[in-house]
């Protein structure tokens, strides 16, 4: 049992870590909900490739031909990235820009990689969901929006532990799941508070931690950069650039053959900050459910097209992408995307009923003061 | 059935730990597999959802016959 000093410290704990994230929890919380569904929304307004209905062994076309066509249309663009989602290989998203390492005036094209035919042009600048995208991510600051969401995210991490530990006394005299409706108002919100609370926990601190970890990822990709792929590419370290990059095909090619059991997450061009002037980057990743979220780089010379270094991601690396299907909730199914969506608007009642409490605890005190303050006067003494 | 004595850390904890348990085993389920897995992580999930709405929209017995205090 809670001593009145422990309780008391507690009780500040989880008032205060709660407080001060609260704001920013129900944002995420309303920004995630639209996130869960960002495929079904990108349907429905129109800005998610439709590729037609063909047999499924129809023949791809060649990776260079979709870098000619993504070029026809950005003249003044050079490729970037290249990439493919887990669950559909007819589509290939070629990320362009001014220059192999741009922040701004990127372009993405997706080509049916059967057809060859343009889909569509996604807006990764502009559109509903990229505000969406922006205030949860980051609030359209950068790495710091990103480092501050993160710090927010650790002071609901602290406010669910501290809950939970305070969870025990209020339920000395309740039932599991008792809500006092008969009392009053506040009463009835504190228990529902418990019990959404208590029930919703361990979700919700998994949901917490994976973001928190998440908003490292930017700084976790720039420390395995400097941490190994540095070392990846040292052999060519004073060598000229080469002025004519080769075959993409060919580069995915050695990679395939390299790794057959492996499908393509994305290639990055040569002189981005997943490859190096001389290389491209392919990263491959797995086809069994765990293994599809890890990838696997494997560095191609851009010029012979043959396959220089490949090693397993390290530890972190790891750790951050099993984190993300865990906060996103793309890993189960169609059910486990809805329970997603369900327990995010659950955890918004917590957090809401929480802040009502703080409220109705602070109008209770005042009014309570001003009583007391009142009978002193009543009853002729100073107040 | 033993009934736990009211106000007992087993009395306040066994269905806490239990849901959490599920909610645990439901995370990491789809995680492993497909098919199955899926459709055991949803009811797992499932479960815990509909704890929340049962006790968040439906009043409870113990609340009709709790002696007001």
């Known amino acids: 049992m809670l001593s009145a000093g422990s309780l008391k410290v507690w009780s500040w704990l989880h008032t205060w870590t709660s407080l001060v994230c609260t704001v920013f929890m129900l944002l995420l919380c309303l920004t995630g909900l639209p996130l869960i569904f960002h495929h079904e929304i990108g349907h429905l307004l129109g800005t998610e490739a439709e590729p037609a209905e063909m047999p499924a062994d129809t023949p791809r076309i060649s990776l260079d031909r979709v870098v000619d066509i993504a070029g026809e249309r950005h003249p003044d663009l050079g490729g970037m990235f290249l990439s493919q989602e887990m669950d559909d290989d007819r589509i290939w998203y070629l990320t362009m820009s001014p220059t192999p390492r741009s922040h701004d005036g990127l372009k993405q094209v997706a080509v049916d990689a059967r057809t060859g035919e343009i889909l569509v042009e996604p807006q990764l600048e502009s559109g509903f969901m990229y505000v969406i995208n922006s205030l949860h991510i980051d609030l359209f600051a950068g790495l710091p929006g990103m480092l501050f969401l993160g710090l927010m995210g650790f002071l609901l991490l602290i406010s669910l532990v501290s809950g939970a530990v305070l969870y025990a006394p209020f339920m000395r005299k309740l039932r599991f799941g008792e809500v006092r409706r008969e009392r009053t108002k506040r009463i009835k919100w504190l228990d529902l508070h418990n019990v959404l609370g208590i029930v919703t926990l361990v979700w919700f601190f998994v949901v917490g931690a994976t973001g928190v970890i998440n908003a490292w990822a930017d700084l976790l990709v720039d420390y395995w950069q400097e941490d190994q792929l540095s070392e990846m590419v040292a052999p060519y370290a004073g060598k000229p650039v080469p002025e004519q990059i080769g075959s993409l095909e060919a580069a995915v090619q050695a990679a395939r053959r390299l790794e057959p059991g492996m499908s393509v997450q994305f290639v990055a061009f040569p002189g981005t900050t997943f490859s190096s002037p001389h290389h491209y980057g392919v990263f491959m990743r797995g086809n069994e459910p765990l293994t599809s979220r890890l990838s696997k780089p494997v560095l191609v010379d851009a010029t012979t097209s043959e396959v220089t270094d490949s090693r397993e991601l390290p530890w972190y690396f790891k750790v951050l992408q099993v984190s993300q299907p865990l906060h996103f909730g793309d890993y189960g199914g169609r059910g486990v995307q809805i329970l997603w969506a369900v327990l995010d608007i659950l955890t918004i009642v917590v957090l809401g009923s929480g802040l009502y409490l703080w409220f109705a605890k602070r109008r209770r005190r005042s009014a309570q003061s001003v009583e007391i303050s009142d009978a002193t006067k009543l009853s002729g003494g100073k107040a | ?69």
């Open chain 2, 1 to 69: 059935m033993i009934r736990p004595r009211r106000g007992s850390a087993l009395n306040i904890w066994l269905w806490p730990v239990l849901l959490g348990m599920l909610s645990a085993a439901g995370l990491a389920g789809a995680l492993i597999g497909d098919g199955w897995w899926d459709i055991a992580s949803t009811a797992a999930l499932g479960v815990v959802t509909l704890v929340c709405f049962r006790f968040w929209l439906v009043p409870s017995d113990a609340t009709v016959r709790a002696p007001r205090r």
